[in-house]
Antibody, heavy 117, light 108 residues
Framework: EVQLEESGGGLVKPGGSLRLSCTASESTFNTYTFNWVRQAPGKGLEWISSMTSNRQYIHYADSVKGRFTISRDNAKSSLYLQMNSLRVEDTALYYC??????????WGRGTLVTVSS | DIKMTQSPSTLSASVGDRVTITCRASQSVSSWLAWYQQKPGKAPKLLIYQASNLESGVPSRFSGSGSGTEFTLTISSLQPDDFATYYCQQYNSFSPYTFGQGTKLEIK
């Protein structure tokens, strides 16, 4: 069974940085677009970034544009999210999700990011 | 960016009821619309893709319809396992993806 596993979350002060990772247990990682989606405590889902398989197309939500950077290493079946200039409102559970053009058909369990002084 | 609006935000229903959730897009997304179910403490689960296609393994009591800017998710006969929060999402290729705000389906 294919799985996604996020890591790298934790407690960080406002203005700080974190790098999230998502590793896929499949060899077909390099054929899919992947996304980061977050969910603040008690709130809804917020899509924040996507990157196509060949890195040609990258999108960001306005809320993170200029602060977050998505990247991937297909050889390591891994997706990353570099988060800089973190704000209290970035506190959330961060999911990575596979895009099969059927929507987001595979999700990890998420990694929690807490931004607090 | 395309804004997705779901209604209602909360829905109270009983086992066996037929329920419908609506999702409206601020501009056409063609049929690039998905529905997800999320239970507390769990990741979302894909139910419907391309507006009306049932994801593998999802019970046939779930169905989706619509195109353009208006979409619906229908559960034909609610089961106890269906009480959860439901989200629509547009995934048009040329726009950042966006989710609706969610519909919490509660037991009446």
């Amino acid at each position: 069974e294919v799985q996604l596993e996020e890591s790298g979350g934790g407690l960080v002060k406002p203005g700080g940085s974190l790098r999230l990772s998502c590793t896929a247990s499949e060899s077909t990682f390099n054929t899919y677009t992947f996304n980061w989606v977050r969910q603040a405590p008690g709130k809804g889902l917020e899509w924040i970034s996507s990157m196509t398989s060949n890195r040609q197309y990258i999108h960001y939500a306005d809320s993170v544009k200029g602060r977050f950077t998505i990247s991937r290493d297909n050889a390591k079946s891994s997706l990353y999210l570099q988060m800089n200039s973190l704000r209290v409102e970035d506190t959330a559970l961060y999911y990575c999700a596979r895009d099969s053009r059927r929507g987001l058909d595979l999700w990890g369990r998420g990694t929690l990011v807490t931004v607090s002084s | 960016d395309i804004k997705m609006t779901q209604s209602p935000s909360t829905l109270s229903a009983s086992v066996g009821d037929r329920v419908t959730i609506t999702c409206r897009a601020s501009q056409s997304v063609s049929s690039w619309l998905a529905w997800y179910q999320q239970k507390p403490g769990k990741a979302p689960k894909l139910l419907i893709y391309q507006a009306s296609n049932l994801e593998s393994g999802v019970p046939s009591r779930f169905s989706g319809s619509g195109s353009g800017t208006e979409f619906t998710l229908t559960i034909s006969s609610l089961q106890p396992d269906d009480f959860a929060t439901y989200y629509c999402q547009q995934y048009n290729s040329f726009s950042p993806y966006t989710f609706g705000q969610g519909t919490k389906l509660e037991i009446k």
